[in-house]
């Protein structure tokens, strides 16, 4: 879909990160842009930096009824809805058997449900329009093997199947609809940092897995190289919405923003059909 003044997105996630930089390099080419997120403070200082093509609107995605309060703002203010960025994400660590089932249900209400809640709710406004697009934020996490951190990568596995699903569906009644679902790599935010920073310390500083027995960092040094190496990837979340508009206006199904990290999910498929036995 051709991004154009006027038009009208959502962005979930929207107070900082990935979304805070889709938001803006959206206002920047004129499209005026709702902001949803539950970090109320940010979202208000993300919207006052975007100037008055952007509005706020206090929204936890796992609530359907929140989701539905935020489309009628969107069009109450706007009066249209052409693009939904469901951006909205978050993670949690530990093995899958320890993580607490409370948390489990927390990732998957946001990552899941969240995406759910939006598609549910604008899908059938950007139906009516015949025009619009859908972009579904998940992950390289969910085409590789994730350790220590199931919840996430489960979630974001589900919401490619998803996303291809929506996208067949939409083929058949209204294939004007754009559907893209983005495996981002290692973008430089919030999140990322949470993880990156403790497995790469401050010079001559302690971290907290420096204080895990000694038996337990033994285990999870391949884990921690591998997000330390993570760090050395990192790309910028103005670089990663680039990506993501161009992925928009190409219309393209999958988009990453790291496709030499993504050769792993080849790794990961050719060990399932070598399994199967499947030689063709
Ligand atoms: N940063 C990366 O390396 C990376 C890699 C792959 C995928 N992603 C995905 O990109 C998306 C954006 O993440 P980010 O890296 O910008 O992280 P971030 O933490 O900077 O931003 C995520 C935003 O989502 C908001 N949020 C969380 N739960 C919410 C809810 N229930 N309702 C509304 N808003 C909620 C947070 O308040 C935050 O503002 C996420 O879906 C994440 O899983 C990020």
């Given at each position: 879909m051709k991004l154009e003044a006027g038009q009208v997105a959502v962005v979930t996630g929207a107070a900082n990160g990935i979304g805070a930089a889709v938001a803006a390099a959206l206002v920047q080419r004129g499209l005026r842009v709702v902001l949803a997120d539950t970090d109320s403070e940010a979202?208000?200082?993300?919207?006052?930096?975007?100037?008055n093509r952007a509005i706020a609107v206090p929204?936890?995605?796992?609530?359907?009824?929140?989701?539905?309060?935020?489309?009628?703002?969107?069009?109450?203010?706007?009066?249209r809805v052409d693009l939904v960025f469901n951006n909205a994400g978050m993670g949690t660590g530990g093995p899958s058997w320890e993580i607490d089932p409370g948390d489990w249900d927390r990732v998957w209400a946001v990552n899941i449900g969240g995406v759910v809640n939006g598609i549910?709710?604008?899908?059938?406004?950007?139906?009516?329009?015949?025009?619009?697009?859908?972009?579904?934020?998940?992950?390289?996490?969910?085409?590789?093997?994730?350790?220590?951190?199931?919840?996430?990568?489960?979630?974001?596995?589900?919401?490619?199947?998803?996303?291809?699903?929506?996208?067949?569906?939409?083929?058949?009644?209204?294939?004007?609809?754009?559907v893209t679902v983005v495996c981002p790599g290692p973008v430089?935010?919030?999140?990322?940092?949470?993880?990156?920073?403790?497995?790469?310390?401050?010079?001559?500083?302690?971290?907290?897995?420096?204080?895990?027995?000694?038996?337990?960092m033994a285990k999870l040094a391949p884990m921690m190289e591998a997000v330390a190496e993570m760090a050395t990837e990192m790309i910028t979340a103005t670089r990663a919405a680039e990506i993501i508009l161009d992925a928009v206006e190409s219309g393209k199904l999958y988009e990453t923003t790291h496709p030499d990290m993504a050769v792993a999910a080849r790794e990961r498929i050719d060990t399932i059909l070598e399994s199967f036995g499947t030689t063709a």
């Open positions: 979202l208000a200082t993300t919207a006052t930096e975007l100037g929204t936890d995605v796992a609530d359907i009824e929140q989701v539905r309060v935020l489309a009628d703002r969107t069009l109450a203010e706007f009066g549910h709710v604008f899908t059938p406004h950007l139906i009516s329009a015949g025009q619009g697009h859908i972009v579904n934020t998940a992950s390289l996490a969910g085409l590789t093997v994730g350790l220590f951190g199931a919840p996430y990568a489960a979630s974001k596995a589900a919401l490619i199947s998803l996303s291809e699903s929506l996208r067949g569906e939409l083929d058949l009644v209204a294939p004007n609809i754009g430089d935010t919030r999140m990322l940092r949470g993880l990156t920073d403790l497995a790469t310390p401050p010079e001559g500083g302690a971290t907290e897995s420096e204080e895990l027995p000694p038996e337990v």
